[in-house]
């Protein structure tokens, strides 16, 4: 059974950086689309980013394009989130996703697992 696990949510400091990283057991990773979500208090979860299976392609929210890069190590069964310029308003539990299914496109929606999410908060 494929399992996520998220680590290096944090207090930072506005204008700081942190990296998230997501690893992956029980399954072929290098098959699966990847994408990191989260949730501010209060609010629906959102699309953050999404790497293709060979890490060749990537997609942001606008809202952080720019500022953060995903990237995936197919060797370690790792996808990291490497957040700059952090905002009071990038603060949220930030989840990772899989997509299972053999040949899933690049894509914001249609994510089959999640991991148990990571806290990030931005202070002022």
């Not at 680590?7 to 700081?16: D, H, N």
């Not at 990773?29 to 980013?49: D, I, L, N």
């Not at 949220?92 to 299972?100: E, H, M, S, T, W």
Request: some cysteine; hydrophobic content about 35%; glycine content about 12%.
């Amino acid at each position: 059974q494929v399992q996520l696990v998220e680590s290096g949510g944090r207090l930072v400091q506005a204008g700081g950086s942190l990296r998230l990283s997501c690893a992956a057991s029980g399954g072929t990773f290098s098959r699966y689309v990847m994408g990191w979500f989260r949730q501010a208090p209060g609010k629906e979860r959102e699309f953050v980013a999404a790497i293709s299976r060979s890490g060749g392609n990537t997609d942001y929210a606008d809202s952080v394009k720019g500022r953060f890069t995903i990237s995936r190590d197919n060797a370690k069964n790792t996808v990291d989130l490497q957040m700059n310029s952090l905002k009071p308003e990038d603060t949220g539990v930030y989840y990772c996703a899989a997509k299972l299914k053999p040949y899933a496109l690049l894509s914001r929606h249609g994510y089959d697992l999640w991991g148990q999410g990571t806290q990030v908060t931005v202070s002022s």
